[in-house]
């Protein structure tokens, strides 16, 4: 189980990697073409900015999952691990609910998956 725990967890950093690269540096093209249902196509220029804060903060995400994989002490690994897949899956829940559903499979649930196979590791 502790090797599907880290994984997952890999697979739930490297999305954010990617989230981060869309929302900073490929907005305008393919940020459109992933969020074309919840946001109209004249708004993503003037949203560029917020979408690359945003960006930010999922690559803040992706590093204290990248992190949890350096730290040696078991206890502070799963802690640390579960403390940013709980992040992760807070805010995918929460952009389910405000922008589109699409965000809690993409998002949250491999996140969720990700904290039950650290829990049972």
Do not use: R
């Not at 708004?43 to 900015?49: I, V």
Request: aromatic share 14%; with cysteine; proline share 3%.
């Amino acid at each position: 189980m502790e090797l599907i725990a880290k994984i997952l967890i890999a697979i739930v950093a490297l999305e954010h990697i990617y989230i981060l690269w869309m929302e900073m540096f490929a907005w305008e093209t393919k940020g459109k073409e992933v969020f074309k249902a919840a946001l109209p196509a004249e708004m993503f220029k003037p949203t560029k900015g917020l979408a690359a804060n945003q960006g930010l903060y999922n690559g803040f995400l992706a590093a204290g999952l990248i992190w949890s994989f350096l730290i040696e002490d078991p206890k502070w690994q799963t802690n640390i691990s579960l403390f940013f897949l709980s992040c992760v899956a807070i805010a995918g829940i929460y952009g389910a609910v405000s922008a589109t559903k699409k965000i809690f499979f993409v998002q949250a649930l491999p996140a969720i998956l990700a904290i039950i196979a650290v829990i049972f590791k």
